[in-house]
């Protein structure tokens, strides 16, 4: 960190919500020259003499910048900056004329004469007690932000988040901080509990104090969701919060969740399946979500609803007179129960016609003369559910209309929607929290019909909702089971079935049928090979270490782990006219040793014992490397083809797609993980560079360690309920001004686009999405998806994973990877069960 002090000559931009601010300033040591400091400041004026602690960086555009991290406000150091200073805005009531009369009238005293004794400034002509009255509230306003920033970054606050606690808590926030720093974990998006725990322990506080343990049980339950769990019971309570505090207060914490409980700081379930009952620990929210949910079901379900069958059969019979094909009896069947029921479920596998009953149950709804609501948890879903339904469809956070100034959704039980009958598509991605403010907008009057596939991942949220509705048995479940003569013929489809049977599907290579892109098939499989951490780390060994050391005229020596009882074997490696190897004893690696030759030891583990060191020397890439130490390569492997699984993932995004099926198409990658060289953080570093590499004339942003390039896909990580963006949108950056440190995004929805413009706190909400996981996929679709399945992801590969991701593709499915890997995930049941208690609730 370098430091200078300097007096701000202007203001160049400076923006309100969070405090980015651009200035210039003239150093102290160098005052006829002007330097571009850049720092994030509540308030922030021309005149004043600041002390800057941060590093010099060069901006492509705008060039030398001093990127201020901590910011000191200093006095005055002229007579000049003190007038600039006063007069510049700071104080209201206060211009360049005034200004300049009172630092005549006071000189070196007015800073004095302001904190210690404000009535004097009577004494200057043209201030009157109305006009001292203004002047001394806008001074005091002043000094309270000044007094809170230097609070804040004595205990190593950041500027930013400086910045957002006074907008947040404004003269308050000395005060709040002090009396229990863990607040801002709650209030302040961006600080954790980790963040609020140093600033605590930093003040102070005692490790084992009462403020700490509630706060990390309160976090352990907030982070519980992140698991999909409800509740928690209280020996996962104890284990989380030793493994957070990385320290055993078992005893103490026990004391506090009884004392949290009995204070209604969370909330306790008995769950009573088993002796003696279990106490299941809550976050408020929660606990009132999930009872919220099932006393709302309960109520649907006690209501009964007057149709006509007959009629409604004659109906549906001349509908399907004048359909090309019409209702199967399973559909006819679903149609005819679902207009009946208060609340149904609509399920069914891929293919199976649930799109088809939707739409001959929107048409019969609307003979009938019901007001018709559809909607979707992401955009995605809502867009296709409007395409294929035919009508207009939205997200349920547009529909429950989200009021981002209190927190809440505007549609309720007091304010319910104007409906005959609700359809929600995409029900498996519902969590306990927007399936409670959705059942609570819907008038009891009303029908409500779930839609979803209960064989998909379950929702990123807390909860499983589709799931206990369905198991609860209370809930009448239509489910569909007939595959459609049109989507047999679909591989995608019929492999998607064969996947939920824990059948291993037998998925063609184009390596082996080049010919396959012409044919009518929608799924291939590019068997391709990724080394693992411990292969990468031996080709490095090799190719870098071993490679520096003969090239220095050095020695290697690979000692051979021989078997059990036997001596271990040594080869020589060096460099003469070409590398060679020999038989080499170890009495003979110390004789040379003692002559004075650098020799290196090199360890071969025994799984790559057969691997041929001379060629692994001479490897020009990774996939030669691999294909030397891999035995048992499928003999249509990419790697035979000098390329491995990422390289291919990259080649097949950039290239081969485009080639074969069309530059018009969507591809998406879908990846099990973030992590890995095959994980999406790697993914889309590897795309990027390829497909929209850096240009002179290209504008890019870095944030942390991400980099932005016009052009780029981008997807929302959070709602932004301000922005009205959403988890999961998906986007192209289509401008970027590194100045004001601001991006626009474009967002497609059908034939509509919206350009949403980013400010520098929303950006950190954005991320590379030329790859994405497949949880962040759910309720998509898109032309064409690669579906990375590799054993670098073995704790992720689940049948549910695997089938939700080809479920997304509209077009064309490409797996990259190895088919031990694929057959792993379909046999893979997912038995990590999300503790809910909704199921029992509605059964009871």
Same mark, same amino acid.
């Given at each position: 960190?370098?430091? =200078? ?18 200035? $210039? ?19 922030? +004026? ?20 001093? $990127?201020?991290?901590?910011? +000191? ?23 360049? $004329? ?62 930013? =988040? @400086? ?15 002090? /009396? ?113 949910? @099932? ?15 007959? !009629? ?8 399907? &007179?004048? &359909? ?15 207009? &009946? ?76 929607? /104007? ?11 519902? /969590? ?8 609570? @907008? ?41 595959? +459609? ?34 044919? $009518?098939?929608?799924?291939? =499989? ?53 590398? +060679? ?49 891999? &035995? ?18 990259? !080649? ?69 309920? /301000? ?91 490409? =797996? ?29």
């Amino acid at each position: 960190m370098e430091k =200078f002090t300097g007096i701000i000559q202007r203001v160049t931009y400076h923006n309100q919500e969070n405090g980015w601010t651009v200035l $210039k300033v003239s150093p102290m040591d160098r005052p006829h020259e002007l330097k571009t400091v850049t720092v994030h400041q509540a308030n922030v +004026f021309a005149g004043a003499t600041m002390e800057f602690e941060g590093e010099w960086t060069h901006h492509a555009k705008y060039g030398e910048q001093f $990127k201020s991290h901590k910011t +000191f406000e200093v006095k005055p150091a002229s007579a000049s900056a003190l007038e600039k200073y006063i007069g510049s805005g700071l104080i209201y009531g206060v211009g360049p $004329k005034i200004a300049k009369r009172i630092v005549k009238h006071f000189g070196k005293e007015t800073l004095e004469v302001f904190e210690a004794d404000i009535e004097r400034l009577k004494e200057v002509t043209g201030i009157a007690q109305a006009k001292l009255d203004q002047i001394k509230s806008s001074w005091t306003e002043h000094r309270e932000i000044r007094n809170v920033m230097l609070f804040l970054q004595e205990y190593g606050v950041s500027t930013l =988040f @400086a910045v957002k606690i006074f907008k947040t808590y404004g003269n308050e926030a000395i005060k709040i901080v002090q /009396d229990n720093p863990y607040q801002l974990s709650k209030d302040i998006y961006g600080i954790g509990f980790f963040s609020a725990d140093k600033i605590a322990l930093s003040m102070g506080l005692e490790k084992d104090s009462p403020k700490r343990l509630r706060a990390a049980i309160s976090h352990v339950l907030a982070a519980s969701r992140e698991q999909g769990h409800c509740y928690l019971e209280l020996e996962q309570i104890l284990t989380d919060v030793k493994t957070l505090l990385d320290a055993d207060y078992a005893d103490l914490v026990v004391t506090n969740i009884h004392l949290m409980e009995a204070e209604n700081d969370l909330k306790v379930r008995l769950k009573t399946d088993k002796k003696p009952d279990i106490k299941c620990y809550y976050s408020k929210s929660l606990y009132y979500d999930e009872l919220h949910t @099932a006393e709302m079901v309960q109520s649907f379900l006690e209501k009964t609803v007057h149709v006509d069958a007959l !009629r409604v059969k004659k109906w549906l019979n001349l509908y399907n &007179q004048q &359909q090309e094909f019409p209702l199967s009896e399973e559909q006819f069947d679903a149609v005819l129960g679902a207009c &009946q029921q208060s609340f149904s479920i609509l399920t069914g596998g891929p293919g199976c016609g649930k799109t088809t009953t939707t739409k001959a149950l929107v048409k019969l709804l609307l003979a009938m003369n019901k007001r018709i609501t559809l909607a979707a948890p992401t955009g995605r879903a809502a867009q296709r559910m409007s395409e294929v339904i035919g009508r207009d469809a939205q997200t349920i956070h547009r529909l429950l209309v989200w009021q981002p100034h209190t927190g809440q959704f505007k549609k309720n039980q007091e304010d319910p929607l /104007d409906t005959d009958f609700v359809i929600i598509d995409e029900c498996s991605m519902l /969590d306990i929290s927007i399936s409670a403010s959705l059942l609570k @907008a819907i008038p009891k009057t009303a029908q409500v019909l779930f839609i979803g596939d209960p064989n998909q991942l379950p929702s990123v949220g807390a909860g499983n909702v589709l799931k206990d509705l369905i198991e609860s048995t209370r809930v009448p479940c239509i489910h569909l089971r007939k595959v +459609f003569r049109q989507a047999q013929e679909s591989d995608i489809i019929k492999f998607a079935h064969q996947i939920i049977q824990r059948q291993i599907p037998k998925i063609e290579s184009p390596v082996n049928t080049p010919g396959i892109w012409e044919e $009518k098939t929608d799924c291939l =499989f590019i068997d391709s090979e990724e080394a693992t951490k411990e292969q990468m780390l031996f080709i490095k060994k090799i190719t870098e270490s071993m490679r520096y050391v003969i090239q220095n005229t050095g020695v290697a020596y690979v000692r051979e782990k021989a078997p059990d009882g036997a001596t271990d074997s040594y080869k020589t490696v060096t460099q003469k006219e070409d590398i +060679f190897i020999e038989n080499t004893t170890e009495s003979e690696i110390e004789e040379i040793r003692k002559t004075g030759v650098r020799s290196y030891v090199f360890n071969v583990p025994n799984d790559y014992l057969h691997a041929d060191i001379q060629t692994l020397l001479k490897s020009e890439n990774h996939a030669t490397a691999l294909k030397n130490i891999i &035995q048992g390569i499928h003999p249509w492997s990419s790697l035979n083809y000098g390329f491995v699984a990422s390289e291919m993932v990259v !080649r097949l995004y950039s290239k081969t797609i485009k080639e074969r099926l069309g530059p018009q198409m969507e591809v998406q990658i879908l990846s099990p993980m973030t992590v890995g060289s095959m994980g999406t953080r790697n993914l889309n570093l590897l795309v990027q560079n390829t497909f929209n590499p850096q240009d002179t004339n290209k504008a890019q942003m870095q944030f942390g360690e991400r980099i932005f390039r016009l052009g780029d896909r981008v997807i929302q990580r959070r709602n932004n309920y /301000d922005l009205e963006v959403f988890n999961g949108d998906i986007g192209r950056l289509s401008a970027i001004d590194n100045q004001t440190m601001t991006l626009e995004v474009t967002y497609q929805s059908g034939p509509l686009t919206r350009q949403v413009h980013y400010e520098k706190q929303d950006i950190i909400d954005l991320d590379l999405a030329y790859a994405i996981t497949i949880h962040k996929s759910q309720g998509s679709e898109f032309d064409v998806v690669i579906i990375p399945v590799v054993l670098q992801h073995f704790n992720m590969l689940y049948q549910n994973l695997i089938y939700t991701a080809l479920t997304r593709a509209k077009k064309m499915a490409i =797996f990259v990877g190895t088919r031990k890997a694929l057959g792993i995930a379909v046999r893979n049941i997912d038995n990590r069960s999300r503790k809910t208690m909704l199921k029992t609730l509605i059964q009871e």
